[in-house]
């Protein structure tokens, strides 16, 4: 088995811990996608009473969600500790919900990894996933913990990247070494298959490109570093790379500008779907008769 592509979750966990303090000024893309995201809710007639934010970051979501929906409990969960110490942070006190709490109308915050949710099953009506799913190993059971929590008729809705995210950073690398650049990307149809194969109903997918420029190629490095997206799979490099190999990759990607920019891709997918209601058995009075006559 080619171990390239999975990602060491001790070092995911350190990026993420590093980058908290300058997660926010640096999102502009994750906040953008996540007001898009939002936007999609407006077409969809929904009202969880409870919603479960799996990979929260320094929660953006989480508060625009609380916004939308003000009654409801919402639960942070992130792997970074930091995060959310920084999401906590950043959520108004009003001094009348200590005096006058509303019910459901708290925040919850849990640091595990979403791979593996520590919560009993059926316990929230809606999971929100803005950027996470790229951070996970196994996708299908990711969606099968995410199953698992949902009540019946819950809603599972999400974004991710892509294949060709950042396809200019590893066209620039290509002929430099046989590292691993980026992590891995699952293409949208692959994802939808898992949905279905992990018991949810009527998917419905789709995806876009947004193009970032920049004046160098130590600009991408540096907006990358600043969110914590390092490139930690098993496969990268353990090393710095050589002034001769970098010197490379940057006339690589050097060929790639247009109007005295540099750009970087990312496909970004949009997912949502539903956790159908248990079927109920309906016994007929001939199968009651079978039934008795059996035991």
């Excluded at 609380?66 to 006190?93: C, E, F, K, W």
């Excluded at 059971?141 to 949902?150: D, G, M, P, Q």
């Excluded at 995806?207 to 907006?223: K, N, P």
């Excluded at 159908?276 to 059996?294: A, S």
Aim: hydrophobic letters at 40%.
């Amino acid at each position: 088995m080619n171990y390239d592509h999975i990602l060491d979750k001790k070092q995911l966990r350190i990026a993420f811990e590093r980058a908290a303090a300058s997660y926010d000024q640096a999102a502009v893309l994750q906040r953008e996608i996540c007001d898009r995201m939002l936007s999609r809710l407006d077409y969809i007639k929904f009202a969880p009473n409870t919603i479960l934010d799996a990979g929260s970051g320094t929660g953006y979501g989480s508060r625009k969600l609380a916004t939308r929906y003000p009654a409801s409990r919402m639960m942070a969960v992130d792997i970074a500790l930091t995060m959310l110490l920084q999401a906590q942070a950043r959520v108004p006190a009003a001094w009348w919900k200590k005096w006058l709490p509303l019910p459901g109308s708290r925040s919850d915050y849990v640091c595990c990894d979403m791979e593996q949710l520590p919560f009993k099953e059926a316990c929230t009506d809606m999971v929100w996933s803005n950027l996470a799913l790229q951070w996970c190993n196994d996708l299908k059971s990711t969606f099968a913990e995410i199953h698992r929590v949902l009540r019946g008729e819950g809603l599972f809705m999400f974004s991710t990247f892509g294949p060709d995210t950042l396809k200019e950073l590893r066209h620039a690398f290509q002929s430099v070494d046989d590292y691993q650049h980026t992590n891995r990307f699952i293409d949208m149809h692959d994802i939808g298959d898992l949905l279905v194969h992990n018991g949810f109903a009527t998917p419905v997918m789709d995806m876009e490109y947004i193009t970032l420029t920049y004046d160098d190629v130590g600009q991408v490095m540096r907006d990358l570093k600043k969110i914590g997206a390092h490139n930690v799979t098993q496969g990268r490099r353990r090393g710095l790379t050589g002034k001769n190999a970098w010197r490379q990759a940057v006339n690589r990607y050097e060929t790639l500008r247009q109007q005295e920019k540099l750009p970087a891709t990312f496909e970004v997918i949009y997912g949502h779907a539903w956790k159908p209601e248990p079927r109920k058995t309906v016994l007929t009075p001939e199968t009651r008769k079978q039934i008795i006559n059996l035991k």
